[in-house]
Structure formats: C-alpha cells, structure tokens
C-alpha cells in the first residue's frame, strides 16, 4: 500500500500549458517534500512545505498544502522543456518520523 | 565539494552472489538511508540510519543489511543476490530526519542475472 498516492502518473503536454500534479495521502502529515528527478540523477529537492494551507512559489512552480495537511499540488504554468523530469513527493512515515516515505512519482513531458 | 558518493555506477551480479553498494557523504548529516526505485514505484525505503551505530529498518528490508560504524559511511549489503533486486538503489543522507533537505546520490543501477 503505497502512504502517498500521486496523480497522474504520466502527463505529456505542449510546452507553454499549464498544468497541476497531485500528491494524496489519507495520513496526516507534518510536512511535506517535493523533489524532482532527471534522468540519471537522484531527487533534487524543489520545496517543504509546513503548515497547512500554505502555498510557496518557486518562479513558475506553486506548491500548496492541504489544510488538513493531508495532501499537496504542484501547480506548473506556461510549462517549459527544461520543466520535464520524475516529480516526487515526500513525507515522514506514520510510525515514525525518522522514515522518509517517497510517493510513486508523475513523470512530465513537454513537448517543444 | 562531492556530497553524496555512491559506488559503483552499475553492476552485474549472479543470482546467490553477494556485494556491498558503497555510500559516503562529507556534510557530517546524521541521517542516511538507501532506497530503491523501481518503474512505477517511486523510491522505496529499505534501510535508514539517525547516527553512528544506529539502523532500523524500512518499508522493503528483506535481503539487505547495512552497518553505520562512521558518521560518513552507510554500506548496503546484499547477502544472497536475487533478480527480484533488480533496481536503482539511491543513496540519501540529510542534517536531520523529516523537514530538513536530502541530498541524493547518483544511484547504481543493479542487475542480477
């Protein structure tokens, strides 16, 4: 059973669209992590979000937390290339703060 | 500046042998951990580490031990190699649990055959 569930797996659009990726868990937790991942690489970590309801950006990327701080969205506008990668996100496990539980990822393709 | 230094980049192993997947970091963080990532999967937890001394296990630990004799070092040993362990296995190390950032390596991509 995966803690956090991300939607949609694959997302493959026009660059200049907007678009949104979801992380969902049924847990509550403390905070959460989005990362990305390029082909060869590990996860670069992009944002943590804390409290809930909160909303960072991070030029054309928006991250928001739940208020229930259940789940999060990373909203991308006027997507480019160089946005293409494995978004992941991450949170504490339920038992134990100390285990990093990663989501299944959305991996995003956009098209010049 | 390395950061987080997996060795080696890919490998090729026999079912039944064993080997030992190196991970170093030179950022002093306390807290190390493996992952796997398979296709559809996203990254797995099998073994993390809060310091020197301490492990404990993680979501897919079965065939894998590690050690933590060194605030640098966190090894990943797979005892008897089995094609179900056929991965990406991703080193992390971080200055502490949960909110603080994870600094990945580069991974090693494991075949066994």
């Known amino acids: 059973t995966q803690l956090l569930e991300q939607s949609p797996q694959f997302l493959s659009i026009q660059e200049g669209e907007n678009l949104t990726v979801y992380c969902n868990s049924s847990s509550v937790f403390s905070s959460l992590q989005w990362y990305r991942q390029e082909p060869g690489e590990g996860p670069v970590l992009l944002v943590t979000?804390?409290?809930?309801?909160e909303v960072k950006k991070l030029k054309r990327l928006t991250f928001q937390f739940g208020d229930a701080r259940k789940d999060s969205s990373l909203h991308i506008t006027a997507a480019q290339p160089g946005d293409t990668g494995l978004y992941l996100c991450a949170g504490e496990g339920p038992s134990s703060a100390s285990k990093i539980i990663f989501g299944s990822g959305t991996r995003l393709s956009i098209r010049p | 500046n390395a950061g987080v230094t997996q060795t080696p980049k890919f490998q090729v192993l026999k079912t039944g042998q064993s080997m030992t997947l190196q991970c170093a970091q030179d950022m002093n963080h306390e807290y190390m951990s493996w992952y796997r990532q398979d296709p559809g999967m996203g990254l797995r937890l099998i073994h993390y580490?809060?310091?020197?001394?301490?492990?404990d296990q993680g979501e897919v630990p079965n065939g894998y031990n590690v050690s933590r004799s060194t605030t640098e070092d966190f090894p990943l040993r797979l005892l008897s190699a089995a094609p179900s362990q056929t991965s990406v296995y991703f080193c992390?190390?971080?200055?502490?649990?949960?909110?603080?950032?994870?600094?990945f390596g580069q991974g090693t991509r494991l075949t066994v055959v």
């Open positions: 979000v804390v409290t809930g309801g």
């Open positions: 580490s809060v310091g020197a001394g301490i492990t």
């Open positions: 992390a190390s971080s200055y502490s649990h949960a909110v603080t950032e994870a600094f």
